[in-house]
C-alpha cells in the first residue's frame, strides 16, 4: 500500500490547528508541517472564516494533500463555541471539495483512542504520543497543532486501514 499525505484539521474560529502528515498503516510517519491559523476575535465573522480559508487554501496548493481529516464537531456546553467550530468545518470541507481532496471526519474519542490507545487520554497524553510517534525532537506547539497532527495520524491508521478493508471485501466492510 502507498503512502498517503493528510491535511489534519483541528477546527477553531480563534485557533484552528493545521497539520500535514505523510505515511501508511505499519510505515513510520513523517511530519511535513504543523501550525495554528489565528484570527482575531473582534474581527467580524465573515472576516475570520475569509482568513481561514484563504491559509487553508494556501496550505493545500503549497504541500498538495489528498485527504481532509478533521475532528467531527460535537456538542459542548458554550453553543457559541460550538458554532465557531462547525463554521469553520464547513468552510474546510468545502474547500476540500474544490481542491479534489476526500473528507473524513473523526472524532475525538476516536482520535485521542488510535494515538494512545485510550479514547479518555487528556492533551498532555495525546501530545506526547504524537511526538513520539513522529519523532520530533520537542513536543509540537500550541496544542492545537499537536491535534491536528493527531487527527491525521488518525486517519492515516484507521481511515487508510478501512479504506483497504473496504477494496478488498468489494465494500462490504
Known sequence: ?????????????????????D??????LTMVTAGVIRTPPDLELSRRLLAIESDLESLIVAHRPEVLAIERVF???NLKSVMGTAQVSGVAMV???????DVHMHTPTEVKA????SGRADKAQVTHM?????????????????????????HIWRGTATNR???ATGGRS
Do not use: N, Y
Open 23 to 28: 505515511g501508511r498503516v505499519g510505515a513510520k
Open 130 to 154: 504524537v511526538t513520539r510517534l513522529l519523532r520530533l525532537d520537542k513536543p509540537p506547539k500550541p496544542a492545537d497543532a499537536a491535534d491536528a497532527l493527531a487527527i491525521a495520524i488518525c
Open 75 to 77: 456538542s459542548q456546553q
Open 1 to 21: 500500500m502507498s503512502s498517503v499525505r493528510v491535511l489534519g484539521v483541528d477546527p477553531g474560529l480563534t485557533r484552528c490547528g493545521v497539520a500535514i502528515v
Open 114 to 117: 488510535s494515538i494512545t490507545g
Open 95 to 101: 474547500l476540500a471539495a474544490r481542491h479534489g481532496l
Open 165 to 167: 478493508l473496504a477494496a
